[in-house]
């Protein structure tokens, strides 16, 4: 069983910053991507970054510029840096891993820029 669980989330103002992470744990391996998705209330579920085994990194155009994803593949673990945090950026962060040719989520982890 494959469990990530992630941590980080939280109420911040506008301009500030946060820092998401994501452990793997469990019968995991051959971790190829790691990312993260995120969903505001009524909106689709979209990703956000991303980032493979080779650290190729990928992300969103809204958040170019001010989030930096990054992995430790020692610790099966995963983080999101996020700066200049906008109102707009607001929702679930969801988890997401690709391993043993299978995708996993984590269960999410609310974030809320407001003033």
């Known amino acids: 069983q494959v469990q990530l669980v992630e941590s980080g989330g939280g109420l911040v103002q506008p301009g500030g910053s946060l820092r998401l992470s994501c452990a793997a744990s469990g019968n995991i391996f051959s971790i190829t991507i790691m990312g993260w998705y995120r969903q505001a209330p009524g909106k689709q579920r979209e990703r956000v970054a991303a980032?493979?085994?080779?650290?190729?990194?990928t992300y969103a155009d809204s958040v170019k510029g001010r989030f930096t994803i990054s992995r430790d593949n020692t610790k099966n673990m995963v983080f999101l840096q996020m700066n200049s945090l906008k109102p707009e950026d607001t929702a679930v962060y969801y988890c997401?891993?690709?391993?043993?040719?299978?995708?996993?989520w984590g269960q999410g982890t609310q974030v809320t820029v407001s003033s």
């Open positions: 980032i493979t085994s080779g650290e190729i990194k």
């Open positions: 997401w891993v690709v391993g043993n040719k299978a995708d996993y």
